[in-house]
């Protein structure tokens, strides 16, 4: 009876057919749900459901996908909310080893717990050393090049092309270093790949401990989500990606070699319901890559609140690392922050927090403040008066965050 009344409320519409090669199962999260069902809207129509802990699944075709996405932009403003799986979620099922602990739905790995970041602040020389470095002219031209692109929409030719010229952009500025490659993360449902940048550690023990820092390098049109309308995603988020690449350069100039392994990741297909990440995340999940902190830059250079230059996420991130990154705003940046709550997983972050690892989200502002042109063709450079003014300030918290959890 119960599961009754959940279809009943949810007022989307099931119909049975033989499963087809085009079907996959999305994971709503609990928020979303409930925004869905309270809209009395036929958001979209499934053909089976499986109820978990922490997430309800649906099968569906993939362009059922398209209308939940379309939804959560067009109500939140954001992305994320639901994760696509291209098998059948087992939601039940414990995995049990001697070198790790798996419980179901947002569980965590013990090996993960084994690790102790150290979120003291001792490196203030190095810090300041670094942060006159910042360059908003390289971050402008980034976000330039980036929104040439018509789209870089997850399917099109174009979002493959862009995420291909930040490898390549990351391989020219790390071609004087042997310790730094690029690689690229394939997926097996689209072609446009994530780009990570791999800086190896110096130091023999630490070196197998990854620090993360990324942002998307898709883009999305809220009307059409395809490749036919035009999607610069100046803010959401080639100023991310233009960060990532700045933080790169100076990491080059300064010659630093890190004691732990650093990773620079551009995803691919956040916009899509963080696909791109979760299918990451998992893999370093069951690698049991030992990752000791994940930072997440989406959606950087609108100033949309007055009052504040950062909102710390709290929801879907790690609090100690929250209050590091807050530390860290008040020694080096001195400039005001607050918290929010997204109340769902609205960025790569999420799938990082999914898997049991510590992430964080900075956002540009509070997020009924953040920028309203993203995911339409008025979100453009000229909105932030072409320049990165905001956006450095993200640098500059990045270039903190990495020198000081790789002491």
């Not at 099109?156 to 071609?175: M, Q």
Request: glycine share 4%; with cysteine.
């Amino acid at each position: 009876m119960k599961n009754k009344i959940v279809l009943t409320l949810l007022v989307l519409t099931t119909w049975t057919t033989a499963a087809s090669a085009r079907d996959m199962w999305i994971g709503i999260e609990p928020f979303v749900l409930k925004s869905i069902t309270d809209s009395r809207q036929r958001v979209f129509e499934y053909k089976d459901i499986i109820k978990g802990s922490k997430e309800t699944y649906f099968r569906v075709e993939e362009k059922e996908t398209y209308k939940i996405s379309h939804f959560i932009h067009h109500n939140f403003q954001r992305c994320g909310g639901y994760r696509v799986l291209h098998n059948k979620p087992e939601v039940e099922v414990k995995l049990m080893d001697k070198k790790a602990l798996v419980r179901s739905t947002f569980g965590e790995y013990d090996f993960q717990k084994l690790i102790n970041p150290d979120y003291s602040i001792n490196q203030a020389s190095l810090v300041e050393s670094w942060l006159p470095q910042v360059s908003r002219q390289y971050t402008n031209s980034v976000i330039t090049h980036l929104t040439s692109y018509r789209t870089r929409f997850y399917k099109s030719e174009e979002g493959v092309a862009a995420l291909k010229w930040i490898g390549s952009e990351w391989e020219r500025l790390t071609a004087s270093r042997n310790d730094m490659k690029v690689d690229y993360f394939y997926y097996q449902t689209h072609d446009q790949p994530s780009v990570i940048l791999t800086i190896e550690g110096s130091d023999p023990v630490l070196k197998d401990e990854v620090i993360v820092i990324g942002g998307h390098g898709d883009s999305i049109n809220d009307t059409e989500h395809s490749a036919a309308v035009a999607a610069p995603g100046a803010d959401d988020n080639a100023a991310g990606i233009a960060i990532l690449s700045d933080l790169t350069r100076i990491i080059v100039e300064q010659n630093y070699k890190p004691k732990h392994t650093i990773q620079i990741i551009a995803y691919a297909a956040e916009e899509v319901g963080i696909q791109g990440s979760y299918d990451l995340a998992r893999v370093y999940r069951d690698k049991q890559t030992k990752v000791i902190g994940v930072l997440q830059l989406d959606g950087v250079n609108y100033k949309g609140s007055p009052d504040y230059d950062f909102a710390l996420i709290s929801d879907f991130t790690n609090n100690d690392q929250n209050l590091f990154l807050a530390s860290l705003i008040d020694t080096y940046l001195k400039l005001p922050w607050t918290w929010d709550q997204c109340n769902y997983g609205c960025s790569d972050h999420a799938a990082w927090n999914y898997y049991g690892f510590r992430a964080s989200f900075p956002a540009e502002a509070l997020i009924k403040e953040e920028n309203p042109y993203i995911h339409s063709v008025e979100d453009t450079f000229d909105k932030s008066n072409f320049d990165s003014v905001h956006a450095v300030k993200f640098t500059k918290l990045a270039i903190a965050y990495l020198l000081e959890l790789d002491q």
